[in-house]
């Protein structure tokens, strides 16, 4: 049982490009998340998804798009990446109160 | 809204010392509340959770316990290992809004 796979793992990214992290779970959780992690600052909402189709902004927007076109995939888009968006990103998906996470994608933008 | 509120700075400690991290919380409705731990260079994993006050969640010699009256949900372990060298986590979920609201977390560090 996978659970959570996201990829990359790892990417480097020039300021102004642009990049699709990927999120994949195989519960068939409805539920699914993206946070980020900076140091201090704890896990911050980016974007969640409450379904098949469906959208909705967290805490922390800004600077992202976020689509589920299918009911396992959750993917994170960055248009114009910043260096504000150095980041490690994490993935999640929940059924009732179990929240599986993801082991995370390190996103370095220069 | 909801939010977490964890003690400030890293924990260092000797190894087989008593651990206590702080947790307090403020949130509407009735949530229930959960601690994460994180390993270095993996994702987060759920260490133990309490979904109704007075509960009383428990995992690997760890514990807390839901306190609605002093809004709290502090961790704590009687005999810390160096595995036990982690971020921990505290966070709530509230019924309405769908999502897991975190603390800014704290590192334990244990030595030998």
């Known amino acids: 049982n996978a659970g959570v796979t996201q990829t990359p793992k790892f990417r480097v990214l020039k300021t102004g490009q642009s990049m699709t992290l990927l999120c994949a779970q195989d519960?068939?959780?409805?539920?699914m998340y993206w946070y980020r992690q900076d140091p201090g600052m704890g896990l911050r909402l980016i974007h969640y998804?409450?379904?098949?189709?469906?959208?909705a902004k967290g805490e922390v927007p800004d600077g992202y798009n976020v689509s589920r076109l299918k009911k396992q995939n959750f993917l994170l888009g960055l248009e114009s990446a910043a260096p504000s968006q150095t980041s490690v990103y994490f993935c999640?998906?929940?059924?009732?109160?179990?929240?599986?996470f993801g082991s995370g994608t390190r996103l370095t933008v220069v | 809204g909801n939010s977490v509120t964890q003690m400030e700075g890293p924990v260092t400690l000797s190894e087989e010392a008593f651990l206590t991290i702080n947790c307090t919380y403020t949130a509407t409705g009735y949530p229930s509340l959960f601690w994460y731990v994180q390993y270095p260079g993996e994702g987060l994993q759920l260490l133990l959770k309490?979904?109704?006050?007075?509960d009383k969640g428990s995992n690997k010699g760890f514990e807390a316990t839901y306190r609605k009256e002093t809004t709290s949900f502090h961790l704590e372990k009687g005999s810390v290992q160096v595995s036990d060298s982690a971020v921990y986590f505290c966070?709530?979920?509230?019924?309405?809004?769908?999502?897991?609201?975190f603390g800014k977390g704290n590192q334990v560090v244990v030595i030998p």
């Open positions: 309490a979904t109704k006050a007075d």
């Open positions: 519960m068939n959780h409805e539920y």
């Open positions: 999640a998906s929940r059924e009732n109160y179990g929240y599986t």
């Open positions: 998804s409450v379904g098949e189709g469906t959208t």
């Open positions: 966070a709530l979920s509230d019924r309405g809004n769908n999502r897991l609201a």
